[in-house]
């Protein structure tokens, strides 16, 4: 049975499963790293910690990149009504970037840094050695020429077809997301200089154009599990994501308090960023909104209720924990600490890991010629993958945020006589470790669970 109103659409799966591939993944480095926290010499030999931390981070970012292509290949041509460009062109850059993701992560696990530095050519171009952008310049070059026809086949897709809203955010969002990477081409010798542009990948991608591609994607579930007009939930997608914009671009000033950059960042930075909650307020209230008003009952319980966990989880994550830190003269305090880690962990995976579930948990039934829901057994062990991974979520947040507490508490506002030092701080902080460690394997089970759903059929009976 073919439930794809657009063939071309089916480019859209091998994204999605290597996606989830990748997921896996992270989830397993993430628990390394965290068992390295309270047990320092675990695997030491073979995976140090800032090679699982690098091998973490950058499948996070790879595997929500491979979702965020998979969910533009899938709604695009259905809101252009018309067939993608070049079906045979995005399977091409699938296998390039899989490539590219592959062997880069390969050589951080069996070489030194140093090595791959030096093999990949790194002095003619250097651009490695930086958080998030550890990736080798040839890897990165990689990255650009994919993201270029990834455009390019979009761009003409929407060009021959239907001009939507959704699309045009769509298409907005994954513009900036391509030309803010170029500034990971740029490395100056001064580490303040080189932090100031640094962030303009890493906030600006993460508080900026990432949020456009997420609130596409969330318009164009709701569209399609509520049946609420069209128009409605565009003029909401408008209003969002110019909050999302005019906070979120100003707001990278909270990343620059202390760049010996000048003292009005302070200011701009505190008042853009305490701002930044509110479109993920507004996220919450048009997404309930929407399935309030909605005009049919979609089989697909379980990509509404993803639908609306995003969200949910979105709002807290990068709203309230985002704003906990966010003003300068708490900064001073909390900057770096285990606070900042609560926040980027429940802020990823309320943000953009769980957009990227919704758009693959609404198409993946399509796409695997099933209809428009798995069945309902399936969709029961999907919703348990969804409360075991977000409640799992919750107390990682919690955890790590109890941890920050004490650390800012123990290592850097001492009562009376002198600090503690970073290890001996660290030493305090192994409850919360221990506890962030269970709360992991759990999420890990809430995926697996996630994964198993897709597997599920109910056997029709037979007369």
């Known amino acids: 049975m073919n439930t794809l109103k657009y063939q071309s659409q089916a480019v859209a799966k091998p994204y999605f499963i290597f996606a989830m591939i990748l997921f896996v993944g992270q989830i397993l480095f993430g628990l390394i790293m965290g068992l390295q926290y309270v047990v320092g010499d675990f695997l030491g030999g073979l995976i140090p910690f800032n090679v699982a931390r690098m091998v973490h981070t950058n499948l996070l970012i790879v595997w929500l990149l491979f979702g965020f292509m998979g969910a533009a290949y899938y709604l695009v041509p259905e809101e252009a009504e018309t067939e993608l460009y070049s079906p045979k062109l995005a399977i091409i850059l699938f296998w390039i970037f899989a490539a590219a993701g592959v062997l880069t992560i390969l050589g951080y696990l069996l070489v030194p840094y140093s090595t791959l530095a030096d093999i990949t050519f790194n002095e003619l171009w250097p651009t490695m050695g930086r958080e998030f952008l550890e990736q080798p310049t040839l890897t990165k070059i990689g990255i650009v020429v994919v993201c270029l026809g990834f455009l390019f086949n979009l761009g003409m897709t929407i060009l021959k077809g239907r001009k939507t809203a959704i699309n045009m955010v769509m298409m907005t969002g994954l513009v900036g997301l391509a030309v803010f990477f170029l500034f990971a081409f740029y490395n100056p010798t001064n580490l303040a200089l080189d932090k100031y542009f640094w962030w303009f990948v890493v906030h600006l991608w ?54 010996m950059t000048p003292e009005y960042w302070q200011w701009v930075g505190s008042i853009f960023s305490a701002l930044e909650p509110l479109p993920f307020f507004a996220m919450v209230l048009y997404a309930f909104n929407m399935v309030n008003r909605r005009r049919r009952e979609h089989p697909n319980k379980a990509a509404t209720l993803w639908a609306l966990g995003t969200a949910v989880m979105a709002f807290l994550g990068a709203g309230v924990w985002g704003f906990l830190h966010t003003l300068s003269f708490v900064n001073y305090y909390t900057h770096g600490s285990q606070i900042t880690a609560a926040h980027g962990h429940m802020a990823f995976y309320g943000a953009y890991a769980m957009i990227v579930m919704t758009i693959i948990s609404y198409a993946m039934p399509k796409l695997r010629g099933i209809g428009e829901a798995n069945c309902n057994k399936a969709q029961v062990v999907e919703m348990w993958g969804f409360w075991l991974m977000t409640v799992a979520m919750v107390f990682i947040t919690l955890f790590l945020t109890g941890a920050g507490i004490l650390q800012v508490w123990l290592q850097r506002l001492p009562e009376s006589g002198e600090a503690l030092s970073f290890m001996a701080t660290q030493d305090k902080l192994a409850i919360f470790y221990w506890l962030r460690e269970i709360a992991g394997v759990i999420f890990l089970f809430g995926l697996i669970a996630y994964l198993t759903s897709f597997f599920i059929s109910e056997k029709k009976a037979t007369a």
Request: charged share 15%; aromatic share 12%.
């Open 206 to 259: 993460v508080e900026g154009v990432w949020e456009l591609i997420m609130g596409a994607i969330l318009a164009y579930v709701l569209i399609k599990v509520t049946g609420v007009d069209r128009e409605v939930i565009e003029k909401w997608l408008y209003v969002i994501i110019a909050m999302a914009l005019i906070s979120g671009i100003l707001g990278t000033g909270h990343h620059f308090y202390w760049l």
